[in-house]
């Protein structure tokens, strides 16, 4: 009898570029699925504040431990050390056999429900042979985190057209981390790769030098905002200090006062139809599948810009804007931002100054989203050209990393490169670096 030994354990530096959770997300699913046992330390130092793991690594590790009948050291909010042995690559096991029907990960805060589905995801989609409902209770709007909404109109369109099977997520409740603390819930009924075929499910080859992002058709907005009246306009600082509104010069995009009449929803709503409207007429030609190189500011005969959603929030501190870029190769392009900045509440004499703090984050909140989502589209500074030989990729940057793990699952691209690695983001780089040192045989 021949016995295989057990593979050796794979150390990684926690804090390599981008240092941050995903690299222990996608460290511990590669584990789970080679039967490679990892050992991780310096778990997020390169983050400021707090570091070590989040409630919502320790949920996906402690998930995916059980799951594949291994066991894990240090999987403690706030552990800076990891160590992670899954009992036997999920090849030499019966798939379908480790995950039950309906799976249950509850968070006790509004940790980010999309972080743990980051990590579960990959090991589900192969450790199965029928669909799956997959419910987690956390947070679905959540900083530096994907949102229920950028995963319904943009993650899973993106994936659905890259290849991988079907995937439906539905909102049950949402769960903010910004105000009073609220858990949400989401459930995801996932399709596996061994639906497809049983007998040998695998990862099918995503290769992005396959497809072209294409032209601009349509952008979509979705604001959640409260329907609190938005008294007054954006206030200035004067030298570091809260100051009078100053003059703004004619067409700065950025200072328009808002309407008085208007509440934090509606404001966002209007201020954001008008700020794409002009950024958009002010792009290349080229962005666009119907442009002609006279076409003027009026870009809503060459692109429509539509409301996708409009949601009342319960609390002032929590808005949210999400724009979509529908293109001409089926690819969706979203850029989003959420803001915790507004406060209201106190005495009467503190209102105004509370209106006033509302007007400023909520027009901070559209210029910085506007900003990213328009540098999304093109970057002059990348010097991004249709006729260049290395173009930008067919996603948005977000959404660029969370590809990375399911191009090398599913085997190496063809040798030609057809991204210029200047769009690729340090995270990006980061979930390079993880596959190469988990899936290096």
Same mark, same amino acid.
């Given at each position: 009898?021949?016995?295989?030994?057990?593979?050796?354990?794979?150390?990684?530096?926690?804090?390599?570029?981008?240092?941050?959770?995903?690299?222990?997300?996608?460290?511990?699913?590669?584990?789970?699925?080679?039967?490679?046992?990892?050992?991780?330390?310096?778990?997020?130092?390169?983050?400021?504040?707090?570091?070590?793991?989040?409630?919502?690594?320790?949920? #996906?590790?402690?998930?995916? #431990?059980? $799951?594949?009948?291994?066991? @894990?050291?240090?999987?403690?909010?706030?552990?800076?050390?990891? /160590?992670?042995?899954?009992?036997?690559?999920?090849?030499?096991?019966?798939?379908?056999?480790?995950?039950?029907?309906?799976?249950?990960?509850? $968070?006790?805060?509004?940790?980010?429900?999309?972080? @743990?589905?980051?990590?579960?995801?990959?090991?589900? !989609?192969? #450790?199965?042979?029928?669909?799956?409902?997959?419910?987690?209770?956390?947070?679905?709007?959540?900083?530096?985190?994907? /949102?229920?909404?950028?995963?319904?109109?943009?993650?899973? +369109?993106? %994936?659905?057209?890259?290849?991988?099977?079907?995937?439906?997520?539905? !909102?049950?409740?949402?769960?903010?981390?910004?105000?009073?603390?609220?858990?949400?819930?989401?459930?995801?009924?996932?399709?596996?790769?061994?639906?497809?075929?049983?007998?040998?499910?695998?990862?099918?080859?995503?290769?992005?030098?396959?497809?072209?992002?294409?032209? $601009?058709?349509?952008? &979509?907005?979705?604001?959640?905002?409260? &329907?609190?009246?938005?008294?007054?306009?954006?206030?200035?600082?004067?030298?570091?200090? +809260?100051?009078?509104?100053?003059?703004?010069?004619?067409?700065?995009?950025?200072?328009? +006062?808002? &309407?008085? /009449?208007?509440?934090?929803?509606?404001?966002?709503?209007?201020?954001?139809?008008?700020?794409?409207?002009?950024?958009?007429?002010?792009?290349?030609?080229?962005?666009?599948?119907?442009?002609?190189?006279?076409?003027?500011?009026?870009?809503? /005969?060459?692109?429509?810009?539509?409301?996708?959603?409009?949601?009342?929030?319960?609390?002032?501190?929590?808005?949210?804007?999400?724009?979509?870029?529908?293109?001409?190769?089926?690819?969706?392009?979203?850029?989003?931002?959420?803001?915790?900045?507004?406060?209201?509440?106190?005495?009467?004499?503190?209102?105004?100054?509370?209106?006033?703090?509302?007007?400023?984050?909520?027009?901070?909140?559209?210029?910085?989203?506007?900003?990213? %989502?328009?540098?999304?589209?093109?970057?002059?500074?990348?010097?991004?050209?249709?006729?260049?030989?290395?173009?930008?990729?067919?996603?948005?940057?977000?959404?660029?990393?969370?590809? @990375?793990?399911?191009? #090398?699952?599913?085997?190496?691209?063809?040798?030609?490169?057809?991204?210029?690695?200047?769009?690729?983001?340090?995270?990006?780089?980061?979930?390079?670096?993880?596959?190469?040192?988990?899936?290096?045989?």
């Amino acid at each position: 009898m021949t016995v295989t030994p057990a593979p050796a354990m794979i150390h990684l530096d926690g804090s390599t570029l981008e240092g941050g959770g995903q690299l222990v997300r996608i460290a511990v699913a590669l584990s789970a699925l080679t039967g490679k046992p990892v050992n991780v330390t310096n778990i997020r130092g390169n983050r400021q504040g707090r570091k070590g793991l989040k409630r919502s690594h320790v949920a #996906a590790v402690q998930f995916l #431990a059980q $799951l594949t009948g291994g066991s @894990v050291s240090g999987a403690d909010v706030g552990s800076s050390i990891l /160590s992670f042995y899954p009992a036997q690559p999920l090849s030499s096991r019966d798939v379908g056999s480790p995950v039950q029907r309906d799976v249950q990960i509850e $968070l006790p805060t509004a940790g980010a429900v999309f972080l @743990v589905f980051q990590a579960v995801y990959p090991y589900i !989609l192969y #450790a199965c042979e029928s669909p799956i409902r997959l419910t987690i209770t956390g947070g679905t709007n959540v900083p530096f985190s994907p /949102s229920f909404d950028y995963v319904s109109q943009a993650l899973i +369109p993106n %994936f659905a057209r890259l290849g991988l099977p079907p995937l439906a997520v539905h !909102l049950e409740k949402r769960g903010w981390a910004t105000g009073p603390t609220k858990l949400g819930r989401v459930a995801l009924v996932i399709d596996p790769l061994g639906a497809q075929d049983r007998q040998c499910p695998r990862f099918p080859r995503i290769d992005l030098a396959q497809f072209q992002r294409g032209q $601009l058709t349509r952008v &979509d907005i979705t604001v959640l905002a409260p &329907d609190v009246p938005l008294e007054g306009g954006p206030e200035r600082t004067t030298n570091g200090r +809260p100051g009078r509104r100053a003059e703004r010069p004619a067409g700065d995009h950025q200072d328009r +006062p808002p &309407d008085p /009449s208007q509440t934090v929803r509606g404001f966002i709503e209007c201020e954001a139809h008008r700020q794409l409207r002009t950024r958009l007429g002010q792009l290349p030609p080229w962005i666009y599948a119907r442009r002609s190189e006279a076409f003027s500011t009026a870009v809503e /005969s060459a692109v429509p810009v539509r409301a996708h959603a409009s949601e009342s929030t319960s609390h002032p501190s929590q808005i949210y804007l999400l724009l979509v870029a529908h293109t001409s190769t089926g690819f969706k392009v979203g850029y989003d931002a959420l803001s915790g900045a507004m406060k209201t509440g106190g005495p009467r004499s503190k209102r105004r100054d509370g209106a006033n703090r509302a007007a400023t984050a909520a027009q901070s909140l559209v210029n910085a989203c506007v900003d990213g %989502f328009i540098r999304e589209l093109h970057d002059p500074q990348l010097q991004a050209d249709p006729g260049a030989a290395l173009r930008q990729p067919c996603v948005d940057e977000k959404m660029r990393d969370q590809l @990375v793990v399911f191009e #090398a699952l599913g085997g190496k691209p063809g040798e030609e490169q057809s991204e210029n690695e200047r769009y690729w983001s340090l995270h990006t780089l980061t979930a390079q670096w993880v596959c190469r040192e988990m899936l290096e045989e």
